[in-house]
């Protein structure tokens, strides 16, 4: 019913800049379906999957401490697509990255998550 389709993850060394994508498709944007909230999550060997950043339909933006400054995230609404500019990578930031969407089915003011398979970054020192 929905995919989502990460790319643009990869090796780079430290320092280094990537930018993922993530391109929301299926059937349900036939109907009468809104992409809310969508976002990147990332999950490191042995840790626990960690928010990135998250963007609203708006344009807020919301981001984990840690990254502000080097991350950006950005969507495009007429593409059902998110984005995610990572910059001065470093060798913490190596992890497969997720991408999370909320699509809410109108008129129901509920909404379902959905995830993509991930991408590996690997960033080395």
């Known amino acids: 019913q929905v995919q989502l389709v990460e790319s643009g993850g990869g090796f780079v060394q430290a320092g280094g800049s990537l930018t993922l994508s993530c391109a929301a498709s299926?059937?349900?944007?036939?109907?009468?379906?809104?992409?809310?909230?969508m976002g990147w999550y990332r999950q490191a060997p042995g840790k626990e999957r960690e928010l990135v950043a998250s963007i609203t339909r708006g344009g807020s933006t919301n981001y984990a401490d840690s990254l502000k400054g080097r991350f950006t995230i950005s969507r495009d609404n007429a593409k059902n697509m998110v984005y995610l500019q990572m910059n001065s990578l470093k060798p913490e930031d190596t992890a497969v990255y997720y991408c999370?969407?909320?699509?809410?089915?109108?008129?129901?003011?509920?909404?379902?998550?959905?995830w993509g398979q991930g991408t590996q970054v690997t960033v080395s020192s």
């Open positions: 299926g059937s349900i944007f036939r109907v009468n379906a809104r992409v809310n909230t």
């Open positions: 999370n969407i909320g699509i809410q089915k109108l008129p129901s003011p509920y909404e379902d998550d959905y």
